[in-house]
């Protein structure tokens, strides 16, 4: 089955991110963003659900944004160095993608997982 899906690592505690508000946003021609969804981690660090499945997946430009600044500071972080976080990646039709991130209040990476 085609999706695209996500987790979030907090490497600076750790653990799996959880709480962690993500948007997706589909890239137009032109510069314009489009909003998808928008979703939040769960205890694992992950959706709850994928973030697209099934004919939802098209080929195109995408974006997720990963709201870090608002995350670490809800953990006592005082002022943690990156706010959102966009990933920007292509996708066929029907592929299955997983856009994981590694992130401290100072670092991230990220890789198309399996």
Request: include cysteine; hydrophobic fraction near 40%.
């Amino acid at each position: 089955m085609s999706k695209l899906s996500t987790h979030v690592l907090d490497t600076c505690h750790g653990r799996p991110a959880a709480g962690l508000t993500i948007e997706l946003f589909r890239l137009e021609s032109g510069g314009a963003r489009t909003l998808l969804q928008t979703a939040a981690t769960n205890a694992d660090g992950r959706t709850d659900a994928p973030l697209l499945s099934g004919e939802a997946v098209q080929a195109g430009s995408y974006e997720l944004l990963f709201h870090l600044g608002a995350y670490f500071q809800s953990l006592g972080v005082p002022s943690p160095f990156l706010d959102e976080v966009p990933v920007r990646f292509a996708m066929e039709a029907g592929g299955s993608y997983h856009v994981p991130l590694l992130a401290s209040p100072w670092a991230y990476t990220t890789y198309r997982g399996s």
